[in-house]
């Protein structure tokens, strides 16, 4: 049972409680210029039990992080309760990759997984953003398996 992921939630006791040390929800900040994928992403994710802020572009995300250009690291305590970040790379004004590279210059925020999505599938584009340091990259359209997937990394990466 440890080492697989369950399929159905019956078991939500113990299957659950590995996502954040304290045993809550994980918190996702899903970023996407497009209000249908922000919707989208917003409802798989709760529907997988997690705790979602949506923002529209990087510099919004920011914001919400405490890395906005006039917080410089305020607002430390809200930074650390967000577990994961999803990001849309194609966004106008600060792409999903310059936003990763801002997140992990943070010495605050530089373990907090990044995940990168796109309608594009461009090898080198998936490339450049795994050795920047994102944890996944997923086409777009999402679906529920994707999210059973970043499930299962939040997991991994909060022990």
Known sequence: MDASFPSSSSSSSSSSKGFTETGEQPHVLAVDDSLIDRKLIEKLLKNSSCKVTTAENGPRALEVLGLGDHQHNKLESNASKVNMIITDYCMPGMTGYELLKKIKESSNLRE???????SENVPTRINKCLEEGAQMFILKPLNQSDIKRLRCHLM????
């Open 112 to 118: 907090v997984p990044v995940v990168i999505m796109s």
């Open 156 to 159: 991994n990466c909060r022990s």
